[in-house]
């Protein structure tokens, strides 16, 4: 458990899947396509090798981090933080955490997909993630326009 002024970093499952669609669905701008939906998660919650991380403020989850590990290579899925609770080092600390548990199961290289054009690619970059490639119309907005996907790279640990 790791703790940043009132925020307290702590694993989650199944049972809190209402409060990570909560925070999903007050993040990310439906414009993208980016959210996943509760269907989706719930089914990827029980899978091997997957594990979720909330950062609570209180009793409510404030954001969440979702990863995924197979054999020595982690990716996160998803990181999101509850708009109120932006800009106060939430989605850092989830990301640091990530990348703290992925090492601790064995990860060597950490990956993640990420619009082009989200600001999140600032904070990725800053922590050592650099593009290591592009998946052209990737996700598919509201309006039906299509944008590309970054795929970010860096090694575990460095
Ligand atoms: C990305 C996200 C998780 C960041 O959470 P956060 O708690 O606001 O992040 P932090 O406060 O730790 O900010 C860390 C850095 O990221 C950058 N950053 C994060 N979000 C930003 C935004 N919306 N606009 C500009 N910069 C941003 C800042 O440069 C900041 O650096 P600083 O501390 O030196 O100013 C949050 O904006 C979010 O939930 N976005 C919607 C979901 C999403 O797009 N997730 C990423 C793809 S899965």
Redesign the pocket.
């Known amino acids: 458990m790791t703790s940043e002024a009132a925020i307290v970093v702590a694993g989650g499952d199944i049972l809190d899947l209402d409060a990570v669609m909560r925070v999903m669905d007050d ?3 439906p414009a993208y396509g ?1 959210a996943w939906t509760a269907s989706q998660c719930a089914g990827l919650l029980p899978m091997p090798g997957v594990w979720l991380t909330l950062a609570r403020n209180g009793e409510a989850v404030a ?1 969440f981090a979702l990863g995924r590990i197979v054999v020595k290579e982690a990716e ?1 899925l ?4 509850k ?1 109120e ?10 990301l640091r955490t990530f990348a703290e548990d992925a090492q601790s199961k064995g990860a060597t290289k950490l990956f ?1 997909e ?2 082009d054009g ?3 690619i ?2 990725y970059k ?1 922590f050592g993630f650099h593009e290591i490639g592009r998946r052209p119309k990737y996700y598919t907005g509201r309006d039906g326009q299509l944008y590309d996907a970054l795929t970010l790279s860096k090694l575990a640990g460095a």
């Open positions: 993040s990310f701008d980016e954001g996160l998803l990181l999101a933080v708009k609770e932006w800009g106060k080092g939430i989605g850092k600390l989830l993640l990420v619009r989200n600001p999140a600032d904070l800053s």
